[in-house]
């Protein structure tokens, strides 16, 4: 009888690492697949199927090969959602105690750029001082103020003087620098939303094998023996609602990770010339991409020829070639 997983109790969190969290895995089987050095679902994704099942028939367990790779292919799943998610969180703030409240804030304003734009920079400085003395058992008072940029001072007898404020853009208007024209702001170039990937293999598959939105991973593996092609479908949104500009470059290309040597590759490119308007439908094909034997992630980027800012992007989380 097959054993039921246990997700968490007494309202507790979920060991994401905890073997139970494996379909057909509980707490017997649990137990006993620890006695083989597998304690985790990181241990099972990269445990021998053959040395699983080699043991079982050994501890007289019954236990069908369809059902171990079951558990192995679960495994590599969570395993992978996990170090996606891990990769993917946000990064954390650290919180400066109350005295340095004021510090930090400062150079998060000083930090923040708006995008387009340069950092702010001074050209004009002033220093303003409202001084006092006693003079033959008198007070007198004066204002004083400096511009740094040039040392040049004046100074005036009276604190609430009207005078400063125009000696004061006197000096900036000598030293204000150009104004420049202001450049043109190119259209934005919208979003590629990609909608759908889709993988062929002329002689091992009758009909291709699709990954979309709902379902992000390929149902089969791929055989290292042929190349496949793969075809990308997007959709373009966020574009001016009368789009007559002429076609424009964009680059859609393929990096695959391999989850063993955590090594990351681009199995190539393609430029296509396209005239997107808005919820236009586009495909790009991608030919003759090839894989050694391996568990992958998949990741598709969309960006303009001549741009670095991805406009849209498609990840599978697994893909297995044998």
Known sequence: MMESSTH????????????MQIRGIGVVRKRWLGSLGIATIAD??????????????RDGRTLSRDELDEWITQAQIHHVQASLAQVEAPPTVEVAPPGDAEPLAREQSEAAIAPGSTPWESFASFKVDYQTRQVNGGTEQRLVTYHLETNAMESWADFGTDLMPQW???R??????PLQAETPIAAAPGI?????LRVMQLEHMSLPMVADRHSPIFP??????????????????GLPETNLAPPEAYRVECFAHNIATGTTDSLGDVTAHLAPVNNSA???????LLLQPGTYRLKVLVTQQHGSAALGQFK??????V
């Open 220 to 237: 089969n593996a791929l055989q290292t023996t042929e190349p496949f092609a793969l075809e990308v479908s997007m959709q373009f949104a």
């Open 8 to 19: 968490g109790t007494n309202g507790s969190p979920k060991d994401h690492s905890d073997l």
């Open 172 to 177: 900036v208007a000598a030293v204000q620098p």
């Open 168 to 170: 004061i853009r006197d």
């Open 192 to 196: 590629a939303d990609i909608t759908q």
């Open 44 to 57: 099972l994704a990269q445990a021998s199927a053959d040395a699983i099942e080699a043991q079982a028939k």
């Open 282 to 288: 586009h495909q790009v094909l991608l030919p003759s």
């Open 316 to 321: 599978v989380p697994m893909l297995q070639v």
